[in-house]
């Protein structure tokens, strides 16, 4: 039997781009799975979308949902690791509300992950980028654990478990999250083309500029490693000491 797996759903004003992404969650062709969502207090609507879109579609066999909507805002972060707290999953595959997934992006990513025996402890894969208005541009570039981009990553969730959450909410998820899953094991980069990733929305820019995306995320990386190394390295000492080689990972 398959093990369960998460899909995960943020939303944070989004509201015009929710229908697609909820549509990408509701077809996934994994099972078992569990479609998380939460929204970080919108005030657009967005939670509407999502209980009116969830209301009017039939969840599919083999598939549970929870909805959640934080009753203040907790920043990107703090919305992930809301997340993190609800899913039940042995991997938890990040999508943003903005974003559109393939019907398989669950099932090659676990399929991927089995392959390599578990010991992955975060994954990442490529796709398309779309723009606001849904049109296409271009191929988007490979994803990998030291160039994250949460909308094409998945995580154990022991990257929240053995740490918890972090002190610093003004972080950015996918730069912490991959880094703390480095600091558990080895990163799995895959090839494939799997979700259709919107330019023009949320923190992402309105053009695929290399430039601009250094400038953005140099700064958020340094702060995410400095910050990790005082809050993060302390436990993960602890648990190299009690793992003596990984004994936490037995679960995996």
Known sequence: MNPLASFCLKSY?????????L??????????????????????????????????????????????????????LGNWERLCELAEGVLLVKADGDDIS??????????????????????????????????W?????????????????????????????MKDGSLVDDVVYANRGLMLGPALEMPDRLVYYRQGSGMTTDDWNIRKVVERCTPMSLAAVRSQLEQDAPRL????????????RKRL
């Not at 990513?109 to 208005?133: F, L, P, Y």
């Not at 654990?145 to 022991?158: I, Q, R």
């Not at 000492?237 to 936490?248: C, I, K, N, P």
């Open 23 to 76: 549509a990408g969650a509701f077809a996934q062709t994994y099972r078992p799975l569990e479609i998380v969502v939460s929204d970080d207090a919108s005030t657009d609507g967005s939670w509407e979308e999502i209980s009116g879109f969830c209301a009017s579609h039939a969840v599919p066999d083999g598939v549970t949902l929870k909805l959640n909507r934080n009753p203040t805002n907790l920043g990107s």
């Open 102 to 135: 393939t019907p398989d992006r669950v099932e090659r990513i676990m399929n991927a992950w089995e392959r390599g025996n578990r010991r992955a402890t975060v994954i990442c894969h490529s796709g398309w980028q779309i723009g606001a208005d849904g049109s």
């Open 237 to 248: 000492r602890t648990l190299r000491g009690e793992a003596a080689a990984g004994s936490w």
């Open 13 to 21: 004003n989004g509201r015009r781009y929710l229908r697609e992404a």
């Open 137 to 165: 541009r271009g191929h988007l570039r490979q994803v990998t654990a030291t160039w994250p981009l949460g909308a094409a990553m998945a995580f154990v969730p022991e990257t929240f478990r053995l740490f918890g959450r």
